[in-house]
């Protein structure tokens, strides 16, 4: 019996089945671990050149000359161009604003006349192997007329200020004042307390284990020029390469292959990149470029520089009436592509609220530019910034009022949803009391409050932070900053083979999340395969058909919810062809363990690979009208403000008054991530989210003389936590699924870096309740906490300055 009805999807998974909810070990593991994965460095074709770039050594000024003659003559050198020589689109990053809010401006790839940062690719240099390119960078005679640099807030912002864009009137690139609720001032004059913070954060490096770099090629087989990248977005990089270069998308093949991490740096487009395909084209042989550490610590895409000035309003029972907030980001010398400058203060604007109920909100947000290098989007992108500052309000408000700080929150935090805030989001089913609640628990029960109390003479502190992360932006979230490029939605395909395989394509991709195992739990439960029976296919333009990549924890959230369905479809289509074979009706059949048998009498059963052999090579005997071949498509975008992932952190440290040193004694964190597709991979996204966070509370900065060097060219100089920093880190989860993922399952990327700094930053603030003296900005210096142990407020004020 032939049953033609529509297939029907099946209900969502909101908890495990066999694969979901499992640790299964990662699949991808075995070749990183053994040396056997392949990096962009590791690829090798015959007659490939290499590059590096002529850099500027002056932060701002113009080049008065460019002198690469001894360069082409150099031993080995294949090419040298300027600006001039290469005819290549300058990169443009829009909002879908007015000037008033938003100035676009220009990233050249090759910069002509004027620099502005240290580092600034001014040529690219192309020889026969890679220490001829470096000796050759040598040759290159340059001569400036430098001017005076911006290198903070304060002078971008200062009367008579030198213009880094001509175009960006008082170097403001972004100046939007997204909410003023009608009562915040009424709000302030009624209220039994006010706290105010003003809070700066350090300047850092993203730090991928893998560099930037590029080897790109002319197929002529295929006429199309093809690029490996270490990106996040390869159809993005693919847009842009092709209009920069004037060549049809379809021309250009953009491949990632194994990648050593990217967060969130390697999700804009890099003129670098450009430039090396400009010439492989031009020369017709594969040119590859490796960014060394040096350039990717002074030249490489940096984030995190903001100032904070923000002030809240409480009630006599310690309930917050309003904020009101100032926020300047240094986003450096241009907006990145396609996110551009406002990605740190918009963010930073439309969720500061976050987990707290909040009934007057008041924000003005800005972007300065500045003689350094540009910024990007870095994990957690202003989140721990802001979120380290409205944590400070709270533990400020609750020593002017009297009251615990870990009850102020609770009288504070959302516990009835749907709830919509005053920054006109509405905030899904999330777990923020209860992960309060438990994370102060276990800190109880281990003795932690217990020590800080019995033990005066040690200089113990603790510290919490509460927090959502926003997951799963869809293309309405983007599409409320107003952005020209609006990303959001993913599409995946999938095809079973003759044997009952499958192959699924996801438009995200991995740097490290393990998308090779987790798409895969999905998949296989979908479909009662085993995992071993599921291939992930990412990271390339030819075999995708359109995706925006991974950030902002949307793999899962968003494209693990098109695999789904996507597996759902191809469920359908298998069952429609084993009811018709097995002559019963569609909803008497189901589906596992690589089969299709009888609801009714389960001993009869098809496997996948008879089905697949009939829809392949017998496609005569397939139902009236279904198509040949098992293959089904799905698309999967969220119409909302997504779902929000929450977590509630706890530091324990220890303070050390002759040295300023902080030891941090214990970390827990209770996260909600809705469900976890692989709670080992969470616990893993947390640890390393938390160990990133640290690095910013108390130890990484990239920092500048008056004139705009970079004074950080080395890890002798910046200074990057090791595993003897970072303590053993407690998770605990809780599960409050997700009701529009096709999962359950919640984003898990950012969390463990939007929590650490505020945790951190109280419990070392608890740890100095004896001296009077309370710090607010990151990176906490050993400097400032033996100074405050002193109470040596002048020798405070400058070091923080």
């Known amino acids: 019996m032939t049953n033609t009805s529509p297939i029907k999807p099946d209900a969502k998974l909101t908890r495990g089945g066999a694969w979901v909810g499992t640790s299964v070990r990662r699949r991808e593991d075995l070749r990183l671990l053994t040396g056997t994965g392949r990096f962009v460095d590791d690829l090798a074709i015959p007659g490939m050149l290499h590059a590096q770039f002529v850099r500027s050594t002056i932060a701002a000024g113009s080049v008065e000359l460019l002198d690469l003659t001894a360069t082409r003559a150099a031993a080995g050198v294949r090419a040298a161009w300027d600006s001039t020589d290469l005819g290549i689109s300058a990169i443009i990053a829009r909002l879908d604003r007015p000037l008033a809010e938003f100035v676009p401006t220009e990233m050249p790839i090759l910069s002509g006349r004027q620099v502005r940062f240290v580092g600034e690719p001014l040529a690219i240099v192309v020889a026969e192997d890679q220490y001829l390119v470096e000796d050759a960078l040598e040759d290159a005679h340059l001569e400036y007329q430098p001017t005076d640099a911006i290198t903070t807030i304060e002078s971008a912002l200062a009367d008579g200020a030198p213009l880094v864009h001509r175009e960006a009137v008082n170097n403001v690139l972004v100046d939007v004042s997204l909410f003023a609720t009608p009562n915040v001032d009424r709000a302030f004059e009624e209220a039994a307390a006010v706290v105010s913070v003003k809070a700066k954060t350090g300047r850092q490096n993203a730090l991928p284990l893998e560099t930037r770099g590029a080897l790109a090629y002319w197929d002529d087989r295929a006429e199309q020029l093809v690029m490996y990248t270490p990106t996040q977005v390869p159809h993005l990089v693919r847009t842009v390469t092709a209009k920069s270069l004037g060549l049809a998308e379809s021309k250009v093949r953009v491949v990632v292959p194994d990648m050593g991490g990217g967060f969130g740096i390697k999700c804009v487009v890099g003129r670098e990149e450009i430039a090396v395909a400009a010439a492989a084209l031009e020369l017709r042989r594969p040119v590859k470029w490796i960014e060394d550490r040096r350039d990717a610590l002074t030249a490489s895409f940096l984030a995190r520089e903001q100032a904070y000035d923000v002030r809240a309003a409480f009630d006599a029972e310690g309930h917050i009436l309003a904020l009101d907030a100032d926020v300047i980001c240094d986003m450096g010398a241009y907006s990145c592509y396609p996110f551009t400058a406002g990605i740190e203060p918009l963010m930073a604007s439309a969720e500061m609220p976050g987990v707290y109920k909040v009934p007057e909100y008041r924000v003005r947000g800005r972007a300065i530019t500045s003689n350094k290098a540009p910024t990007a989007p870095y994990r957690g992108v202003s989140r721990p910034q802001y979120v380290m500052v409205v944590e400070r309000l709270m533990e400020r408000a609750a020593r002017e009022l009297g009251i615990d700080p870990v009850e102020i929150r609770r009288r504070n935090l959302i516990t009835a949803f749907p709830y919509t805030g005053v920054n006109q989001i509405t905030y899904d089913p999330g777990s923020y009391l209860e992960s309060l609640n438990l994370c102060e628990q276990i800190l109880s029960d281990e003795g932690w409050f217990e020590l800080r109390a019995s033990s005066p003479e ?325 400097h400032a906490v033996a100074a405050a142990f002193v109470n040596r407020e002048k020798d405070l004020q400058e070091v923080i300055r």
């Open 458 to 782: 040690r200089h113990i502190g603790i510290g919490f932070a509460c927090f959502s992360e926003r997951t799963g932006y869809g293309s309405s979230a983007f599409a409320a900053r107003k952005m020209d490029v609006v990303p959001g939605f993913d599409i995946s395909d999938i095809s079973m083979d003759l044997d009952g395989t499958v192959a699924v394509t996801t438009g995200t991709l991995s740097h490290g999340q393990s998308h090779e195992t987790t798409m895969a739990q999905i998949v296989a439960d979908k479909l009662g395969l085993d995992i071993d029976q599921v291939k992930i296919v990412q990271g390339d333009t030819d075999r995708i058909k359109y995706g925006f990549g991974s950030f902002a924890s949307r793999s899962i959230t968003i494209g693990g919810s098109a695999v789904s369905l996507a597996a759902v479809k191809l469920g359908g289509k298998l069952r429609e062809i084993a009811a018709h074979m097995l002559d019963t009706h569609i909803d008497n059949v189901e589906l596992g363990n690589g089969q299709v048998s009888k609801v009714d009498d389960p001993t009869v059963a098809l496997r996948y690979s008879d089905i697949a052999n009939v829809a392949y090579l017998k496609a005569h005997l397939l139902p009236k009208g279904a198509e040949p071949g098992l293959y089904a498509s799905a698309s999967f975008d969220v119409n909302g403000d997504g779902t929000f992932s929450n977590a509630t952190h706890g530091a324990v440290v220890e303070l050390f008054p002759d040295t300023g040193d902080v030891k941090i004694l214990r970390y827990h964190c209770v996260e909600d991530c809705g469900v976890a597709i692989n709670p080992q991979v969470v616990d893993g996204q947390a640890r390393g989210g938390i160990a990133q966070g640290i690095a910013g509370a108390l130890f990484e900065e990239v920092t500048y003389d008056e004139t705009g060097q970079p004074l950080v060219a080395s890890f002798i100089d910046y200074r990057v936590p090791t595993a003897c920093e970072i303590p053993d880190i407690g998770i605990s989860h809780l599960e409050t699924p997700c009701l529009f993922t096709e999962t359950g399952a919640k984003g898990a990327g950012e969390g463990g870096t939007i929590g650490a700094p505020a945790a951190i930053l109280n419990a070392v603030n608890d740890g100095l309740r004896t001296t009077g003296v309370e710090l607010n900005d990151t990176p906490i210096h050993p």
